[in-house]
């Protein structure tokens, strides 16, 4: 995963993760938008850990491929 990508993904994931948790303070349980708002959240959270395990995995990859050498 390219650093700029992984980057970008973070601050998307980010982004969505704390918009949409502030208004899900806002907003009543049981309307169209709180369950819009709380797919986003999802939305941003499996994003976030899509960037975590691209980066581990990256990172694992490249000290096995320079560790043989």
């Given at each position: 995963?390219?650093?700029?990508i992984g980057r970008a993904a973070l601050g998307w994931a980010?982004?969505?993760?704390?918009?949409?948790?502030?208004?899900?303070?806002?907003?009543?349980?049981?309307?169209?938008?709180?369950?819009?708002?709380?797919?986003?959240?999802?939305?941003?959270?499996?994003l976030g850990l899509i960037v975590v395990v691209g980066v581990?995995?990256?990172?694992?990859?490249?000290?096995?491929?320079?560790?043989?050498?």
């Amino acid at each position: 995963m390219s650093p700029q990508i992984g980057r970008a993904a973070l601050g998307w994931a980010t982004f969505l993760i704390l918009a949409s948790g502030a208004l899900l303070l806002t907003l009543s349980p049981g309307t169209p938008e709180f369950v819009v708002t709380l797919f986003t959240l999802c939305l941003g959270l499996l994003l976030g850990l899509i960037v975590v395990v691209g980066v581990v995995w990256t990172r694992r990859r490249e000290k096995r491929e320079g560790g043989s050498q």
